[in-house]
């Protein structure tokens, strides 16, 4: 996911959590025929963070580091350490023991059970400069997967349990997004008057090159009006695709938004009911 280069001022917030939620999508559709389901790397999300949150909560994941009973390695689970010398210090001085942006993330699917058994950091270092081979910690897990036996008549009301974080989660989640686009559509209208201004000058400059009092400054103007025009319009259609881009994603967490509620407002028998109505659905669309 994309990096985060300033945190009090992070301007890549919503394209973080849009990118988790497309993240949590593919999974969501991609792992009802699997047994176990592992994802591991550099997601540039604290745990605490929006993304982070979103993707455990619609998938399911869960993250060994809190899973597992035994962890050795650096000091809170951190990943990327101030100790490291491909790191500026500077930059983790808020986080005196560094940050855990690098995750193993796993659940098991149908009739498997999953844990971890042992989890820790390791950094590998050159053999001949000691100096080590990333700036990130590795992740080394050992996870035990086995046939879990058919549970007895579970409970419908377990769903109910877990819904209204993940409604908190997708509400918040909904709100960046419905920010993120007042954004890119406020930038997108002002590029768009900014070439619009620099189309209007160019005639203007060709009048006044074509005369003689004025000839040498529309010369020189020209160029640079030529590239306000090119690059305010290359601006204009990047913050339009980004627009686009985050209505998609606002407008899907909206739908599943409304449809958890939906849910949450029902009975336990009619929750049973919708979600094997929801399971029909994703199986006919599927095929």
Excluded at 170 to 186: F, M, N, P, Q, S
Aim: aromatic content about 8%; proline content about 6%.
């Amino acid at each position: 996911l994309h990096a985060e280069y300033n945190r009090q001022k992070d301007i890549y917030l919503t394209h973080r959590v849009a990118q988790a939620w497309e993240l949590a999508q593919f999974i969501h559709h991609t792992s009802r025929k699997a047994d176990v389901v592992l994802l591991c790397g550099d997601l540039n999300l604290h745990p605490k963070d929006l993304g982070c949150r979103l993707l455990k909560e619609w998938t399911g994941l869960r993250d060994a580091y809190l899973e597992t009973r035994d962890f050795k390695g650096s000091e809170e689970g951190c990943t990327m350490v101030p100790k490291n010398c491909y790191v500026n210090p500077q930059e983790l001085e808020p986080f005196p023991f560094g940050i855990r942006i690098d995750y193993v993330l796993y659940k098991a699917v149908s009739g498997f059970y999953i844990s971890c058994k042992t989890l820790k950091t390791t950094t590998g270092h050159d053999p001949h400069s000691g100096t080590p081979l990333s700036d990130h910690e590795a992740l080394m897990a050992t996870l035990c997967v086995r046939q879990s036996p058919p549970q007895h008549n579970p409970s419908p009301a377990h769903g109910l349990a877990e819904r209204p974080p993940l409604i908190s989660v997708l509400r918040e989640a909904w709100t960046e997004l419905d920010l993120g686009v007042a954004r890119a559509r406020w930038w997108a209208t002002l590029t768009g008057y900014t070439a619009t201004l620099g189309l209007l000058l160019l005639p203007l400059l060709c009048v006044l090159a074509a005369g003689q009092g004025a000839r040498e400054a529309a010369l020189l103007l020209w160029a640079p009006s030529m590239g306000l025009v090119l690059g305010a319009g290359a601006a204009y259609l990047f913050h339009m695709q980004e627009a686009k881009g985050l209505c998609r994603a606002r407008a899907e967490l909206q739908h599943v938004l409304g449809r958890e509620r939906e849910a949450q407002d029902l009975g336990p028998k009619s929750q049973a009911a919708l979600l094997l109505g929801q399971q029909e659905g994703d199986r006919a669309e599927e095929q």
